[in-house]
Structure formats: C-alpha cells, structure tokens
C-alpha cells in the first residue's frame, strides 16, 4: 500500500443494543460545495435527500454511516437527527430538549458536549441557549438515575450535541464524526493560515482532473492540496488516518462491522499513482513541513521542491497539465503590491505553462482583477468566513 493508517480502537462493542436502523443523516460542508458532496455521497451509495445550504441530507444505515465518515472528502461531520421542534425562549428550548430520550444514546458514565450554529434573534445569546440544553440533559438523567448524570468534557467529549438554531426552528443532532472530519490526521506541520483539507479536496474535485494528467501546486504551503489530489488519485479513504471518530463511543458501536468498512477501503487504494504530482514554494521551511505531512499520509513520491513560482524558470517538464494556486493571502501587503504579484502571477502563467488548465482559489478579489487573463470558470467558495472565488485560466 505505502502507507499505514492508524487505528487505535479501544472502543467495546455493546451486543445488547440493535444496530441502527437506515435514517436520514446530515453531512455538512463548506457553501460552495454541496453539489460536490452530494456527488460523493451517491457513488458511495446512499440516497440524497435534500441539499441545502452548507449541508446535505441523505439516508444510511449503521454500515453507511461508517463508510461515510471514512470515505467523504467534502464533508465537515456526519450527524443523526434527534429532535426538532420550535422555541422562542431558553426555557422552551430546555423544556423541548428535557423531552429527549436521550438515555437511548448515551449513559451516566459517558461525557458530552454542546456544539453550537445560532442564527436567531430570539436566542442572542448562544452560549446560554448551548448551556439550557447541556441543562437539560443533565436533569434528565439526574431524575432517571438517582442523581446520577454524564459528564460534561468540552475537550474531548463521548458524544458531541449539535445545536442547530434558525429563527425558532431548533434542532437537535448527535454527531457520529466527534473532531471535524477535516482534520484526516496526517497533518501535523502547518504554515499560517493554511487552506483546510475539505476545502483543497473540493477545488480538485471541482476541476474535473482526471487523475491521470499531471497536477501542480507552486505555493503549496503546507502541501495540503497536493496531498488531497494524491489520496483522491489512489483513492485512499481520507479517514483511514484518524485515530477516533464519534460513533465509536456510541452504545451500538459494532467493531467487526467498524474493522471491515476499514479493511474494505484498505483493499480499494491503489499503490501507485497515475501521474506525477508536483508541488514547490518559495520557502524551504514550507517545503520541509509539506514532506513531512506526506510521509505522514504515506505518499512519499509527491515531488516537492523549493522554488520562486514567479522568477524561476519551471522545474518540470511536463507540457501540460493542471496547475492549482492558493497564493498567500498577505493580509500586511499594501493593495498595490497584491496588485503586482497578481499581475506577475498572469504573466507567469502565460509565459511558462501553456497547453495547462490553471485553478487560482483567493480572498483578494481585487488583485484577481490583475491576472490579465481570460476566465473560463468562476466559482465562489468559502474559506472559513472568507468569501473566495476559485478561478478557471486555459492556457493554450
């Protein structure tokens, strides 16, 4: 394979508990990329059912749910709905969620925490609309057990509860994926500010690359892009690096179905890539760290290399290709020095890389005006609560 995933699972498996049933799950994503999950989600196989914003229902069951923290390279959580009801005030929002049999999920000897999206002006203060529902909880289980009551740990909690709240349609979520799904766990070294792996898988994906047709980041940064186009190309499992997810702390957590999802996923990766994948920058200490996030992943024969994108002449010598740019966002930089190196960007572009299809995700929408060439896509995207535009230049 060339690689090894780590899988670290101490988690018992509770034969008393019936596996769960095929619901109506919810993957969030970043805006931008919903039609790109709802695609991943149909050729792992489950049904979508809705698309919204940010987020895609689809219906799975326990066996789905497993493959699906595991494979999605577009989704931030997996969460099973609760409960969902309406609330105008804190105290009909504890009274709705003191209702919840939430004995069903979770025990006296489990922790748990509140995670929390309010947009509502009836709840203005979120972090009190989170605390009466953590309330809730804890009195339901203090009256069914004696007093006796789940833990709360906001660090590293057996069950996560997500609160989701628009207007006074209020809902309630158990998150099967626990840490964000983009955090695959092969990045240990990191630039600042570096584009998370959700939103690097997404623009590759967008693309339309192949695969098989040469790819190249020349500001790699922390090498996320290119690591991400290396496991869509090998199609190894993103998740096949994390130590923990959230279901496995759940009372019908079933670990032979767990380990032959993983096993599975293992036997679908490919060894060997199709085609070279390239990636530089300018600082060799950027370099060093993006080596090192992929040996992590198990990609070794990613080449990387310390170049200045714009002043040196191309190190590779392919003829065509993709190139993907995520230039420093240079907050510090006056406007008209983000001016010239856009333009210095174009010129590099037009000069060097003819025959390749350049991609260009940025903030400084400005300084895109200064690229000098034709657009043949524009996407708008979301890094974070920055709004980006991912940008499509042929070069023939």
């Excluded at 066996?63 to 595991?70: D, F, G, R, S, T």
């Excluded at 997500?162 to 349609?169: A, K, P, R």
């Excluded at 032979?256 to 920058?281: C, E, F, M």
Aim: charged share 20%.
């Amino acid at each position: 394979m060339g690689f090894v995933a780590n899988h670290h699972f101490t988690y018992f498996t509770n034969q008393t508990t019936p596996p769960m049933q095929s619901t109506e799950l919810v993957a969030k994503t970043a805006q931008g990329l919903e039609d790109v999950l709802a695609d991943e989600i149909t050729r792992l196989g489950a049904t979508v059912t809705v698309k919204g914003q940010r987020v895609v229902h689809f219906m799975a069951d326990q066996a789905m749910m497993y493959k699906a923290n595991l494979h999605l390279r577009t989704a931030f959580r997996i969460m099973m709905p609760v409960a969902s009801f309406t609330a105008n005030s804190p105290d009909e929002l504890y009274r709705e969620a003191y209702k919840t049999e939430w004995e069903q999920y979770f025990t006296t000897n489990d922790s748990f925490a509140i995670d929390f999206t309010i947009h509502s002006p009836l709840f203005s203060h979120s972090q009190f609309a989170a605390l009466r529902i953590k309330d809730a909880i804890a009195d339901r289980f203090r009256n069914l057990f004696s007093n006796q009551r789940p833990s709360v740990d906001t660090y590293d909690p057996d069950f996560l509860v997500q609160l989701h709240i628009s207007g006074n349609e209020c809902h309630l979520l158990l998150d099967s994926s626990g840490q964000s799904l983009h955090k695959r766990g092969y990045r240990t070294f990191q630039v600042a500010a570096p584009l998370n792996e959700v939103l690097a898988a997404g623009m590759v994906m967008l693309s339309g690359w192949d695969r098989q047709t040469v790819l190249y980041d020349p500001m790699c940064g922390s090498g996320t892009i290119a690591i991400e186009a290396a496991l869509l190309q090998r199609d190894i499992a993103p998740g096949l690096f994390r130590e923990k997810f959230g279901f496995q702390s759940w009372k019908n957590y079933d670990d032979k179905l767990w380990k032959s999802t993983v096993s599975d996923a293992l036997r679908q990766s490919k060894p060997s890539p199709d085609a070279p994948i390239y990636a530089s920058d300018i600082l060799s200490s950027a370099i060093k760290k993006s080596v090192e996030n992929a040996q992590n992943a198990g990609l070794p024969d990613i080449n990387f290399f310390t170049a200045d994108f714009i002043s040196d002449k191309p190190l590779i010598e392919e003829t065509g290709g993709y190139i993907f740019i995520n230039p420093p966002y240079g907050e510090r930089l006056e406007q008209y020095q983000i001016n010239n190196f856009y333009k210095d960007i174009g010129n590099t572009l037009k000069r060097q890389y003819k025959n390749y299809t350049a991609w260009l995700l940025t903030a400084h929408l400005e300084g895109l005006k200064h690229i000098g060439l034709q657009t043949s896509k524009r996407i708008t995207l979301f890094n974070g609560p920055l709004e980006c535009r991912l940008v499509q230049y042929k070069m023939y």
